[in-house]
């Protein structure tokens, strides 16, 4: 199974709310990773999670706030967004060997009002 | 600042001919290397990976490594449709935070394959 899951598919939010992002893997990897991705643009790393320790923090506001309760699940907790908060947030997962390889999950489209 | 550049698109080809995809890479550490394919309002998808000097096949898809070069290309061939996407060069480096070496991407090439 090389497949990675994320919910919600959309989330619209206003910039009070408090919402959550989820992905799930299922592929026995103990590396994931949080992404954002403006329109027309590549994928930018957030955060890492290795061995469900946070690892990497790329300089991240802290209205978003990562979470791995277990090495299968990876949420990102989201607080007092901006509009320009709004992208797909991808999920994706790796082996944390020295090749990296990573998959992606299908994306939560975020939209703050 | 770690690099990775992608030949600038939109690149289009005719159905049936050969894409040719570049992107070259600043960090001469770096021991891994992939493509991805993403569609319009669609994930980025793992299609090929390549490790060491040379070539690797997968089907209609070739992916070339030169390190002393410091460049890695994709090859499509009998182009289709269906291959309309943009693709992605990723590459294995040191994260911009210094910690540990994490996948830095080009800004992607847009292939149109025109029927």
């Known amino acids: 199974d090389t497949e990675v899951t994320q919910t919600p598919k959309h989330l619209v939010m206003g910039m009070t709310n408090k919402k959550s992002l989820k992905c799930e893997q299922h592929m026995g990897h103990r590396a994931m990773y949080w992404y954002k991705q403006k329109a027309k643009k590549p994928p930018e790393l957030m955060f890492v999670y290795s061995y469900e320790k946070l690892s990497i923090n790329e300089s991240v506001p802290s209205r978003f706030s990562p979470e791995c309760p277990n090495s299968s699940l990876l949420n990102l907790h989201l607080h007092a967004l901006q509009p320009e908060d709004s992208a797909l947030y991808l999920c994706a997962s790796s082996q944390d060997d020295p090749y990296n390889e990573q998959f992606f999950g299908p994306g939560t489209r975020l939209t703050v009002l | 600042q770690k690099e990775v550049e992608q030949n600038s698109g939109p690149l289009s080809v005719p159905e049936g001919a050969i894409a040719s995809l570049n992107c070259t890479y600043s960090?001469?550490?770096?021991?891994?290397f992939f493509w991805y394919r993403q569609y319009s309002g669609k994930s980025p998808e793992l299609i090929m990976s390549?490790?060491?000097?040379g070539d690797k096949e997968d089907g209609r898809f070739t992916a070339q490594l030169n390190k002393a070069s410091q460049y890695v290309s994709l090859l499509i061939r009998d182009s289709q449709p269906s291959d309309s996407a943009t693709y992605l060069c990723a590459v294995n480096m040191i994260s911009f935070s210094g910690s540990a070496r994490q996948l830095t991407f080009g800004s992607g090439t847009q292939l149109t394959v025109l029927p």
């Open positions: 390549i490790y060491s000097n």
């Open positions: 960090d001469r550490g770096s021991q891994s």
